[in-house]
């Protein structure tokens, strides 16, 4: 690398870093929720927008709310964004990336690891899984997202969904045919939950 490259790539972590302490708490030096909300407000997005989601899992951020600077430096690197406008012009292309059926899958997987807030935790409450749903796959998968969640408020079998009955649903997002079901067939092996999720519509529909 020449010493030009050298300095102007320094030049650009410095940068990055300076927006990284513009948010951050300075007794624990992290981005908490608080500094999250001042950025959301910065960068004119809610705190509940799915980009923000993506902007985590750019990050590989560990623990929901709170984003460390090797967190942050990762994400803006990768997205050549060393100041509040060029982040804020980077997340269209964000968007884009996850998007991308290769990435999405994983950025699925992650929005439910991301809400595990305790240690040990291995499943998620239905009305937190209810709100994750909507802002993952509500613009994607809107009446089966609200169908589901109509289920999941109405049943009493269920308290919390763990990881395999959330992949779960957004394979059968991706593979069955809806509002018809035509190609579910409960012999294969989906989770319980969406086989009784499968009677209920069908029931309805009746």
């Not at 997205?79 to 998007?99: F, Q, T």
């Amino acid at each position: 690398m020449r010493r030009s490259a050298i300095k102007a790539a320094s030049k650009e972590l410095e940068r990055i870093d300076n927006v990284f302490y513009t948010y951050a708490n300075t007794t624990s030096g992290v981005i908490d929720p608080e500094g999250i909300e001042r950025l959301c407000a910065d960068m004119e997005v809610d705190p509940t927008d799915v980009r923000v989601l993506m902007l985590a899992w750019k990050m590989r951020a560990e623990k929901q709310g709170y984003f460390t600077l090797e967190e942050w430096r990762v994400a803006l690197k990768a997205l050549r964004a060393d100041s509040l406008s060029k982040l804020k012009k980077a997340l269209p292309e964000l968007e884009k990336e996850v998007r991308r059926p290769s990435n999405f899958v994983d950025f699925y997987s992650y929005g439910f690891k991301y809400c595990l807030t305790e240690e040990k935790q291995k499943s998620i409450d239905i009305e937190s899984i209810c709100q994750l749903l909507h802002i993952i796959l509500g613009s994607q998968y809107q009446a089966q997202v609200d169908s589901f969640v109509e289920y999941l408020k109405t049943q009493s079998d269920y308290k919390v969904i763990n990881m395999d009955q959330w992949m779960g649903f957004y394979r059968f997002c991706d593979e069955i045919s809806y509002p018809d079901l035509s190609n579910y067939d409960p012999e294969l092996a989906w989770p319980l939950i969406l086989d009784n999720f499968v009677e209920w519509v069908r029931e309805k529909q009746s």
